[in-house]
């Protein structure tokens, strides 16, 4: 299996190589990187494709320390390095987003581009906190139940042929994998007021059954960011582009192809 050694962390990818420009897509939370399968499979004959398995999830490695999407963002960056990328493509879903709105915040000159899938600039609503810690904590105490996944799965995917998948996926982990990723999750800074020093052009695409991250924050995201068009919408809640892939690829491509040199 490929890892890179990134920022005292063994971080998981894979990488289609070729000579096409380079494409980095980043997961969400209780995610990894085959939830890019069909991206991958309609871009590699053109690009360059890599994906990855963020701190927490999936087979990387990491020190199980208190990490930031801040972090997360100086792995993507650390991995580009180790494959010799100066300049790529990046992009991401949910959590994914979170980190590349960091990435070319931290390096610009390094992102040609941004896709950003079902994600937001901002933080979690309050009211919506104390549930999330409600599904934390009994993952913790007893584990991926089947009424606990069940509920996560409806809330992250929302497809009766793909649910189980993922379900079977997150009870091979130990129960407390997620504690700390979720610590990172809640407690990630705003940086809708920062949008604006993001001038790359930008891919936003949003499910319209998104119940995890509503259309409202994604158009706000759009509007921040000088490099956009406005929210792309499609079919599916929030992992549209594994459950809803069609007009998700076909946005990408679009997208791609229209970029300048």
């Known amino acids: 299996m490929p890892h890179a050694d990134v920022n005292g962390q063994r971080i998981w990818f894979e990488d289609t190589g070729g000579d096409g420009p380079p494409v980095i897509l980043a997961h969400g939370f209780l995610m990894d990187a085959d939830m890019f399968v069909h991206q991958v499979a309609a871009l590699r004959d053109d690009y360059r494709v890599i994906t990855w398995d963020e701190r927490g999830f999936g087979r990387t490695e990491y020190d199980r320390e208190p990490f930031t999407y801040w972090d997360s963002a100086a792995d993507?960056?650390?991995?580009?390095?180790?494959?010799?990328?100066?300049?790529?493509?990046?992009?991401?879903?949910?959590?994914?987003?979170?980190?590349?709105?960091r990435v070319?915040?931290?390096?610009?000159?390094?992102?040609?581009?941004?896709?950003?899938?079902?994600t937001q600039a901002g933080t979690e609503d309050p009211e919506v906190v104390p549930g999330?810690?409600?599904?934390?904590?009994?993952?913790?105490?007893?584990?991926?139940?089947?009424?606990?996944?069940?509920?996560?799965?409806?809330?992250?995917?929302?497809?009766?042929?793909?649910?189980?998948?993922?379900i079977a996926k997150w009870r091979e982990q130990p129960n407390d994998y997620i504690q700390q990723p979720f610590e990172t999750l809640m407690t990630r800074d705003d940086v809708t007021d920062r949008l604006g020093e993001i001038t790359c052009p930008a891919l936003v695409v949003h499910g319209t059954e998104d119940v995890?991250?509503?259309?409202?924050?994604?158009?706000?995201?759009?509007?921040?960011?000088?490099?956009?068009d406005g929210v792309v919408k499609v079919g599916g809640a929030h992992a549209a582009n594994l459950t809803n892939p069609g007009p998700v690829n076909e946005a990408i491509v679009a997208f791609l192809a229209d970029l300048p040199d």
């Not at 010799?84 to 987003?97: C, K």
């Not at 904590?137 to 189980?164: C, M």
């Not at 991250?213 to 000088?226: V, Y």
């Open 76 to 101: 993507c960056l650390g991995l580009l390095d180790h494959l010799g990328i100066d300049r790529a493509v990046v992009g991401g879903m949910s959590q994914g987003g979170f980190l590349s709105l």
């Open 104 to 118: 070319a915040l931290t390096a610009p000159e390094r992102v040609r581009a941004l896709i950003l899938l079902d």
């Open 132 to 166: 999330y810690e409600g599904l934390r904590d009994t993952w913790l105490a007893a584990g991926p139940v089947d009424e606990l996944v069940e509920a996560v799965a409806a809330l992250i995917i929302s497809d009766p042929e793909v649910n189980p998948i993922w």
């Open 212 to 228: 995890s991250i509503s259309m409202d924050k994604a158009e706000t995201l759009a509007a921040g960011l000088p490099g956009s």
